[in-house]
């Protein structure tokens, strides 16, 4: 355990013995606590991206924390209601899940229907449609995973620098967005597959052994539909993880596009929607 992690338990076991969780409980008693989780590791997603992806293992003993507290756990819509009612239950529970990656239908769902819990899935649906890792994601992965300490990608035209230091953060920083910005910009998305696949062997890494693990890939629209039988709802959450805050009218279609995927998966009222990363100013289209 590092000093960090012995810190925190120190402080967390101070507050339990005071009884500040307890005091906590009382206060929030009345509040709508909704709790936010992305995707689930298979590998080692969670060092890769810790605030994105959570241990499995992780997950299971915050929904028992839950179950063993006697927090009433609400499908989001019936929370919302209730709280505007003012009919919620003390220190209700609500569970939502960004995104849609791969493992909340292979390792979080089994989990929520195991301990009874509904929970609400924000659906970003362009690589939903795709079938493919989120290539500004996979991109990132393959530079923080390669033990390589220079990239070479002189045989390929598309990239400027050609050698990167690896060593270097910043040259590092650079060629990652470099390649981002020119995949997006220039390429479509098996053209996007190709440059990762170039790069990941560039980089000395097993690309169809990442790619096929599907730890950085969205779950399918066929793959979704499963998700009702667990107790999971699907909203919105964008086509594209966008929504520019200085053109409403791409801000509107990338709702649009979102809920034209989304509609042709049945059983789920389109009624919620979740900012891409949450980011949310009172200037911004409302949606
Ligand atoms: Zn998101």
């Not at 209730?82 to 529970?93: D, E, F, I, S």
Request: hydrophobic share 40%.
């Amino acid at each position: 355990m590092s000093i960090k992690q012995r810190i925190k338990l120190g402080v967390y076991t101070a507050a339990k013995l005071t009884g500040m969780f307890k005091l906590s409980r009382f206060l929030m008693r009345r509040r709508l606590m909704i709790l936010c989780y992305h995707g689930f590791q298979y590998s080692d997603e969670a060092n890769f991206r810790p605030i994105m992806f959570m241990d499995k293992q992780r997950f299971a003993q915050r929904l028992d924390l839950i179950s063993r507290g006697k927090y009433p756990v609400l499908p989001l819509s019936e929370g919302v209601l209730r709280l505007k009612k003012g009919t919620l239950p003390a220190n209700t529970v609500v569970i939502t899940i960004d995104d849609g990656f791969y493992s909340t239908l292979d390792l979080a769902a089994p989990l929520l229907q195991e301990y009874g819990f509904p929970a609400t899935l924000y659906v970003t649906s362009y690589y939903a449609t795709k079938g493919t890792p989120v290539f500004p994601l996979l991109i990132q992965y393959l530079f923080w995973k390669t033990e390589c300490t220079n990239l070479d990608l002189s045989d390929h035209p598309w990239f400027p620098a050609k050698t990167v230091d690896l060593c270097n953060h910043h040259a590092t920083r650079q060629a990652i967005q470099q390649i981002m910005d020119y995949g997006m910009a220039h390429c479509d998305e098996p053209g996007r597959q190709k440059i990762c696949a170039e790069v990941a062997a560039t980089l000395n890494l097993d690309f169809e052994t990442i790619k096929t693990g599907r730890g950085l890939s969205l779950l399918t629209p066929g793959e979704l539909d499963q998700l009702e039988a667990f107790g999971i709802d699907l909203q919105l959450h964008t086509h594209r993880h966008s929504f520019p805050a200085n053109d409403p009218e791409q801000a509107h279609r990338e709702i649009q596009d979102n809920r034209n995927v989304l509609e042709k998966i049945p059983g789920h009222r389109l009624e919620h929607f979740c900012y891409p990363s949450g980011i949310w100013t009172p200037g911004l289209f409302r949606y």
